[in-house]
């Protein structure tokens, strides 16, 4: 009898155990999208460092998307009157002055809780100033 109760025991928790992993599996992309949300709200007035550095590397995202966008058709363009590789070159070179700007912008701050936000509000301000430039460029 002992042995019938131990192997439903093993069953049993076999069974719990699968059924945990599918809720976990099944309710991540929801408890995302909730902390999603919540950073979101919490960016409109941040109130801890953290929150601030992390609120700034979204802001940075989103402006680095904005940039990927406006790559596409910008590097068509450049590609229609032969300046593709020259734009490539330029787009490359920018993005190497960009991150090596925004070290230096942050450097002061190195060792600091606000050195993140600092470096990710420098990104986010130059590739702005690049997206409204490959945007411009189109035919004249």
Not at 115 to 125: A, N, V
């Amino acid at each position: 009898m002992g042995c019938v109760s131990i192997r439903y025991r093993s069953r049993l928790s076999g069974l719990l155990a699968v059924l945990t992993g599918a809720v976990l599996f099944f309710s991540a992309p929801v408890m995302i999208n909730v902390a999603q949300a919540q950073s979101a709200a919490e960016c409109i007035s941040p109130q801890t460092q953290m929150m601030m550095n992390m609120c700034a590397a979204e802001a940075y995202q989103v402006a680095d998307a904005a940039l990927n966008e406006a790559w596409t058709p910008a590097k068509a363009f450049a590609d229609a009157i032969g300046k593709g590789e020259e734009l490539l070159d330029a787009q490359r070179a920018w993005l190497a002055y960009r991150d090596a700007a925004c070290v230096a912008h942050s450097s002061p701050y190195e060792g600091g809780s606000i050195r993140p936000m600092i470096h990710s509000i420098c990104l986010s301000e130059l590739t702005e100033q690049r997206t409204a430039m490959l945007l411009e460029f189109h035919a004249y």
